[in-house]
């Protein structure tokens, strides 16, 4: 990746900012507003002075390989160029995430009718979501910006990835969730830090009282607030990877769960940037968006035609999803509707079906947010908004051992048993 | 690959075998006893037809490159010159496991006084322990042999791999347990199989009804048991990958859990054969094994300097370690003192400090195998057995979330509050 790191870029030394190096951020330029198109410096910022836009980071890409990119680590760092980070990041502890296994699922396609169809697996991250992706690249930015404390409000994920990441890179982490978590979620991320605040209240609550807290405290760099435009570019690297283990080419159609929104967005933003840099072929990808009933304000916009977003309070096992003021729903309905894709929603009995769906066709236990992302599949094809001959890839988020709740009482043992052929036989099982 | 493919070796194809094709068994050449030397033809064979001795796959490996591994898949495939698998075994559907993180773990090893020292972290395996390597070899001998059943006795762990491959693969998958084996690991297996067996007994009781079994029915590859030599040659694959992690060189010292004692002696048999295909220069490496005391026969052994093993009924809450009467443990034995290694073993309280040891210094959040190695680790330390300047690397084996149990009441919330900024500071957090 020599190339890459000599290339001379237009991405100054923020001026004002005394202590961040120079190359911190890479190939960055500056945050962008994704409203009026306002460029401010890179720094811990996340909303547009101007309008108050969300912000969102833009580059100056040097020429850049797949062979470049090929030569690069096992993990989203073989994507560095295109993230807004240093070129040195691979020597700094972190949790090296990423280039996830792409399934072909041709047990799954076959049941749901789909011809060719993918699962782009991200349940075997590090801490067992896609989570951890974004959380290495906030944890990049806060590096850069010397912050002294590295945060989140989560719904479960995201505590999880942060509290690991922070205990990895040894800097002290303080995760916020909703008091009413599954208990493995809180555990999974208790086991990593001392500093875990259950909240009384749901997701956006918590979410609200992380960004009181980020304006009140100096040095808390929150992933997902004042940091999150660093963290968020984190997800295209999910749309790099299928994108290359396809053979370098795009697929015909995307089904990815919404929760915040910034995922989908972030896969389509990537496809873009590798058509724009010539490393894959520009052709139409249909961008799907998956949401549980109870908490489907996105996928209520969709089907009513309307570009606004109305909150909800979510209901849904699907907590990891459970966003009912979701921020970047808007750029969702405008992408999923510009491709010719769609956003759809399914009950919690169809996301336990999914649940089931995938691992019994494929070996792959999901939470409940891949549950739901099956399950909107399954509805897409038999509604036919989804092109059952077009190549399909639907991404599995993160990891059923987190929501064992939601099928526990569905599957056990067939038999409980004494240790002896006869009982065995007794079964009917042989 | 080519090379390998179309070189020519000695292996014939099974002459009493009708229907087992040629190149089933990749550069396999035999089963050869382990006590004996006895050599018999490639089969569902386990034990020696003239000393009832374990049998162990034997080959005539062609010339392997570093740089033909290299331009291989991301999984244990990439090997697949070295295992008894045929060489279009990536076309058969497979949960593609291995070629998981080696971090190094600075934080761990200040804390444990070493050098420098890494963590095999196979966690992150697609059923989140090292089983999937095994069991990938054993579904490609299984469906070699034209199996119609795909089965274990197991712990735990191995039942997730076991049930999740054979639902991949499409094969009838049978897996049996003991009845009191924790919640998560039993839900997942049922959730990918509806033929999950308990059995009232512990490992060893379920163990022995599994060999019954296939010694009653025809067809059913125990992947344990009847097919055990293939089996057990994917757990080569995690000495493969700590060697061309490290940049294609041995370790100082290597520390592996100790159930069956399979892992142990097959990570020190793939350092000898990469040492004797020329792919990595030829040093002392010390093996040390781990146990946990209330399942401790091969460190009692070793302890009191005794070869043969001693059978115990487990009580431990590392239960994927409680195998009381280990089928490998006299090799176990004597690898580690002909190295200059050791076996170890610690109680349950050091297992549940091993656990969050890894986790508040590496963000790896593990089971109890992997907090017994790495409480293990520290008692060797300790006592001086190893070296704490050497290069070491400690394998976790496992993940948390299957054993929450272990460390649920130690860790938890800091505090519970209400969506204030006042609530949040009156916690001192700040």
Same mark, same amino acid.
């Given at each position: ?6 290339? &001379? ?20 330029? %500056? ?20 309008? +108050? ?16 990119? &090929? @030569?690069?680590?096992?993990? $989203? ?43 782009? *697996? *991200? ?6 979501? +896609? ?6 690249? @906030?944890? %990049? ?88 435009? +660093? ?28 929760? %915040? ?11 873009? &940037? ?30 009513? &035609? ?8 979510? *209901?849904? $096992? ?16 405008? $992408? ?12 919690? *009995? ?14 792959? +236990? ?41 099928? %526990? ?13 006869? @009982? ?7």
């Amino acid at each position: 990746m020599s190339t890459v790191a000599e290339v &001379e870029t237009a991405q100054p030394t923020p001026a004002d900012q005394p202590g961040i190096r120079e190359g911190a951020f890479g190939n960055a330029r %500056s945050l962008a507003c994704r409203e009026c198109g306002n460029e401010v410096e890179l720094g811990p910022h996340y909303a547009c002075p101007e309008c +108050f836009g969300p912000l969102e980071v833009s580059y100056d890409f040097p020429v850049v390989t797949r062979e470049e990119i &090929e @030569a690069g680590p096992r993990n $989203i760092w073989r994507y560095k160029a295109l993230l807004p980070v240093p070129d040195d990041i691979e020597q700094s502890p972190n949790m090296e995430p990423g280039f996830t296994r792409l399934l072909q699922a041709r047990n799954l396609g076959r049941e749901l009718g789909l011809e060719k169809l993918w699962v782009k *697996d *991200d349940s075997t991250n590090p801490t067992n979501s +896609f989570k951890d992706r974004v959380v290495a690249c @906030a944890l %990049s930015a806060a590096t850069e910006f010397h912050s002294k404390v590295f945060a989140c409000p989560s719904t479960g994920n995201l505590a999880n990835a942060v509290a690991a990441a922070g205990a990895r890179a040894g800097i002290k982490t303080v995760v916020f969730i909703p008091s009413n978590l599954e208990k493995p979620k809180q555990v999974n991320s208790a086991v990593y830090t001392d500093s875990l605040v259950a909240v009384n209240g749901n997701y956006d609550d918590v979410n609200k009282l992380a960004s009181e807290i980020a304006g009140e405290e100096d040095g808390w760099a929150f992933v997902n607030v004042n940091v999150r435009p +660093f963290y968020a570019e984190g997800s295209k690297t999910l749309g790099y990877e299928i994108a290359e283990q396809l053979g370098w080419r795009l697929p015909d159609q995307v089904v990815i769960p919404v929760a %915040s929104g910034s995922q989908l967005t972030k896969v389509h933003k990537a496809f873009g &940037e590798l058509v724009r840099l010539g490393l894959v072929e520009d052709k139409p990808v249909k961008i799907f968006g998956a949401q549980a009933t109870g908490c489907s304000p996105v996928s209520t916009a969709y089907k009513a &035609e309307v570009d606004a977003i109305r909150p909800v309070k979510p *209901d849904t $096992i699907a907590k990891s999803l459970a966003i009912g003021n979701p921020a970047d729903g808007i750029y969702v309905l405008d $992408i999923c509707r510009s491709t010719g894709g769609a956003v759809e929603d399914i009950t919690d *009995d169809e996301v336990r079906e999914g649940i089931l769906l995938l691992a019994r066709h494929e070996g792959i +236990f999901t939470e409940t947010a891949g549950g739901t992302t099956v399950g909107v599949l399954k509805k897409l094809v038999e509604t036919g908004q989804l092109d059952p001959t077009l190549e399909t890839v639907v991404i599995n988020t993160g990891m059923g051992l987190k929501t064992l709740d939601a099928v %526990s009482d569905q599957v056990g043992p067939a038999a409980t048993i004494d240790a002896s052929y006869a @009982a065995f036989t007794a079964t009917g099982i042989a």
